[in-house]
């Protein structure tokens, strides 16, 4: 009979312990409240009725459809701006000739660090029409014209606040590219200025390549931090989400539904069902990426 | 030996001090208002104290946009406070329902109030009253007296004169006209809609058919103010889309706005930050000699939280906020929260004094989506926020508006059905 090793359980312990509590229980009991719902002071189960009513219901269904777009477009502003910009942050500093590397590299990361709540504000500040600096630098310029509200108007809310989190977390592609660059041998870009390719040719067809596992890394965290997001649209615009909802993703969607809203009661049944509709939907994004994506990228041996 | 008794006369002596700390209750306030933490700290908490010794009282207020649903989660988890502060109609209403909410009937302070004072936080058969009102709010606009005299200026009384003003404000270019944005939605719907609205549905009488269901959210009376506030958009500052309501209250108390479409809770901190005369004027009317309505909101009260291990103390401080006393202390230390008892409180701040004249010359009401109608979901009230807005910003008209309220409305309604 094999021996239990202790120290192995003992260690796992408290982590083990700790997610299972923090993480695993209240995950699965949130699924399981999304099936009940509240009759008459009591909680009775209603099997999947949440969900009909979620994705049946007129007036549900176009507040979730509404929701889901928006987070699809602020993931797509993510992945248009935020990692091509990072990669291409990287890209510039890892190049041995580049002066203060360090410094730069610390301003472009420095923004991850700062709380939602101080980014959503700083920004919201920058942009106002009456205190911000934004119109006044602007009209140096001489493009005044080119002001707008953005934050107050239906059709720039979104795009301004995607691309406000862009400046905040264009540090971590940045970061992860940067490592991946490095730990790419000499001796394989020297190789290949032997056989002419050299500069921009050099990034194209070697580098680049080879950070793709990389890539897919950062796609799926920006996927997966983009559908959980819900801080700097609540920071910046509030649980309505305004101007009409325009800025709503799921997160302020399942907030406001889960604990109420000005006269709106709290309904934590239906709130559950969001969450839980979250979580599939991030699920499927994730599964696509590992057994879709993920097997059929070329790795090298370096 | 000499360590020992020392050391047994100090284990003696913090026995002593514990004991006589125990004798004292404490009792926790739950409320938003973190606006008055200084208030209650400095002014109303040491006069219960040194009336009733041997309670003592803290305020521990949340951010009031967060109130209801860190309040709702504190009960649940049994970590609220003895004393709830209670938002007027569905909110207090279910969590009476709930259990969480003492009946108060029976408090003898409850004979101090009227009927229409107690309505905001009783059942809807009125026989259980569950929280002890305090306060209500008047809408109106207060203006810049000073703006008003350099321009010279007359206070509007009808809807003409008041679009006139205005005129006259735009024409000068001194002053941005009005104060307000729709950046945070509600003042749209608070000091817009519900503000000039009672004079189109004619207060009670409207908002009360409208919950028997005899009017329709798309009967003149209740679009056309939608049509008013229309007007509105032109005269507020650059990127008023984008103002938030700090932002209005800082461009209006720092001199650059001539009118701000108010409630009366604004006094207190307009009186602290604003550096010119303020005069305050109610809505305007369509035509001159028109009975006027205002909005007299109930908008704050005090409840027992059911599962508080400090009853007793918690009824002797219930009945003290039903006194005379406290609506003296309370309306003159906020001015701007009127008083809803029947005692007749004098007023010291001349803007407050102005908004509670009103009483006196026009028919009160209250806000005409807080009672009944939003309960459901679509929740009426919220969705006034994001019509009022879409009014002022010209993205929708006011047909459209009173449109797509209806049905949302009649969609849950029975009446409206």
Redesign the interface.
Known sequence: MPRIRWHIVVFLAPAVLVYTAVMIFPLFNTLRLALYSEVD?ARVFVGLQNFRTLFGDP??SEAFWNALGNNFWFFLIHMLVQNPIGIALAAILSHPRLRFAALYRSAIFIPTILSFVIVGFAW?LI?????GIA?SMLDAVGLKSL????????EYALTTLALISVWQFVGIPMMLIYAALLSIPEEILEAGEIDGITGMAAFWKIKLPLILPSIGIISILTFVGNFNAFDLIYAA????A????STDILGTFMYRTF????????DPHMGSAIAGAMFAIILVGVCIYLFGIQTRLRRYQL | MKTRNALLALMASTCLAGAAAAQDTTITIESWRNDDLALWQEKIIPAFEAANPGIKVKFTPSAPAEYNAVLNSKLDAGSAGDLITCRPFDASLALYEAGHLVDLSDLAAMANFSDVAKSAWQTDDGSATFCVPMASVIHGFIYNKDAFAELGLEVPETEDEFFAVLDAIKEDGTYIPMAMGTNDQWEAATMGYNNIGPNYWKGEEGRLALIKGEQKLTDEAWVAPYATLARWGAYLGDGYEAQTYPDSQNLFTLGRAAIYPAGSWEITGFNALAAFEMGAFKPPVKNAGDTCYISDHTDIAIGLNAASPNMEAAKTFLEWVGSEEFANIYANALPGFFSLSNFDVPMEDPLAQEFVSWRSECESTIRSTYQILSRGTPNLENETWGASVAAIKGTATPEELGQKLQEGLASWYAPQQ
């Open positions: 002071q007036i549900w919201k942009l106002s029409p009456i205190w119109p002001f707008a509200p953005w934050l107050g108007k239906e615009q509030g649980a309505l305004g101007p009409d909802f604990f109420g809203f000005q006269l709106q009661l709290g």
